[in-house]
């Protein structure tokens, strides 16, 4: 039983390159999402989706782009990447959105960017 | 004020030791609330979910004050293995849409 799975756990990125983060998941849940991580904050919604083909803008979109073509994929793709995205994404997945009572959100094991 | 507060600690309690944290939100229309746990370098996964009653599971307590917007975990007869950091989690809904906001956690060191 995979759950989430993330790729890559590491990345270098010189600023102004772009690359794709990828998030699977094999419990059909409906919803996805991704989130940043930094010192001193707690973990911030960068994009989430209720389903395939939707999705929408969460708490710090800017810089980053989502797709959703099937349930299972969820794709990061970072546009141009830049020193201030430094930082651990966790994709995660739930049955249900948060608006659901009590739905577990199941988490990927995270990639550490570093954008020099 | 952050919607979800934890004190960051860190927590340093010797093995076998009872211990408590809190977590304040600012929502009061909040409905789920849970314990994850994180360990170092790992991703969160859930502890436990707060239940308006208070539940427990083994060693691990968890209790919810709607009127005073807090929970709490209770950890007793504390393990080596408890070291982590422990986020407060509560959902919110902005303009329509829920959403998981996280605290920053609160770290627990367990000392033989």
């Known amino acids: 039983n995979a759950g989430v799975t993330q790729t890559p756990k590491f990345q270098v990125l010189k600023t102004g390159q772009s690359m794709t983060l990828q998030c699977a998941q094999d419990?059909?849940?409906?919803?996805m999402s991704w989130y940043r991580q930094d010192p001193g904050m707690g973990l911030r919604l960068i994009h989430y989706?209720?389903?395939?083909?939707?999705?929408d803008q969460g708490e710090v979109p800017n810089g980053y782009n989502v797709s959703r073509s099937t349930t299972e994929d969820f794709p990061l793709r970072l546009l141009s990447a830049a020193p201030s995205q430094t930082s651990v994404y966790f994709c995660a997945s739930s049955y249900g959105s948060p608006g659901h009572l009590y739905t577990e959100a199941f988490f990927g094991q995270g990639t550490r960017l570093t954008v020099v | 004020r952050k919607e979800v507060e934890q004190d960051p600690g860190p927590f340093n309690v010797p093995e076998g030791a009872t211990v408590a944290f809190n977590c304040t939100y600012s929502n009061s229309a909040s409905q789920s609330f849970f314990w994850y746990r994180q360990d170092c370098r790992k991703e969160p996964k859930l502890l436990m979910s707060?239940?308006?009653s208070g539940n427990e599971d083994g060693r691990f307590t968890a209790q919810l004050n709607r009127a005073s917007q807090y929970i709490s975990l209770l950890i007793r007869d504390s393990k080596l293995s408890d070291s982590a950091t422990y986020l407060c989690v509560v959902n919110a809904r902005y303009s329509g849409t829920y959403k998981y906001i996280f605290g920053t956690g609160t770290r627990l060191k367990v000392l033989a």
């Open positions: 989706s209720v389903g395939a083909g939707i999705t």
């Open positions: 707060v239940y308006s």
């Open positions: 419990m059909n849940h409906e919803y």
